[in-house]
């Protein structure tokens, strides 16, 4: 695929229903969008070859799996810190369940689910000994007020 591949207005109703539902038939989305079955499937197929759909996946919801705790992590680090070192870093801390890197004061941002505010301690102290970050700032999150997948704009 064009290193410049678009989806147009058809595909983005397909990744919208895919990201609603990522087990929805190809015939139920052919349904809703206006195409055959078989449309679908090579639509699909398309966007997986151009790198737009990448996988597919679970939501879970954590409070049901006994981690009612959520929390985003600031890491600031002293900049000798690199991304595969602090990714090799993060890895093994269990509450993580998503890192990023940004711009702004803070390096890296994570995200951590527990159980209880001891393991969420625990967790921040297991970012707070990795080599390099200086300082952490942790808020916990109260509600979520949207939360969508990166194709529904």
């Given at each position: 695929?064009?290193?410049?591949?678009?989806?147009?207005?058809?595909?983005?109703?397909?990744?919208?229903?895919?990201?609603?539902?990522?087990?929805?038939?190809?015939a139920s989305i052919g349904l809703e969008v206006g195409l055959s079955t078989a449309a679908v499937k090579r639509r699909v197929d398309r966007l997986r070859r151009a790198g737009v759909i990448t996988g597919f996946t679970v939501l879970i919801d954590q409070k049901r799996l006994g981690r009612p705790i959520e929390a985003l992590v600031e890491l600031h680090t002293d900049g000798v810190l690199g991304v595969d070192?602090?990714?090799?870093?993060?890895?093994?801390?269990?509450?993580?369940?998503?890192?990023?890197?940004?711009?702004?004061?803070?390096?890296?941002?994570?995200?951590?689910v527990a159980a209880d505010t001891d393991r969420l301690e625990a967790a921040v102290q297991a970012l707070r000994a990795i080599p390099s970050v200086r300082k952490t700032e942790t808020n916990i999150v109260l509600s979520h007020l949207i939360s969508r997948s990166s194709t529904a704009f």
């Open positions: 695929m064009p290193h410049d591949f678009r989806p147009d207005g058809i595909d983005d109703l397909i990744l919208g229903s895919l990201s609603a539902d990522a087990r929805r038939s190809f070192r602090l990714r090799r870093a993060l890895g093994p801390i269990a509450e993580i369940v998503e890192a990023v890197t940004v711009t702004g004061d803070a390096d890296t941002i994570v995200r951590l």
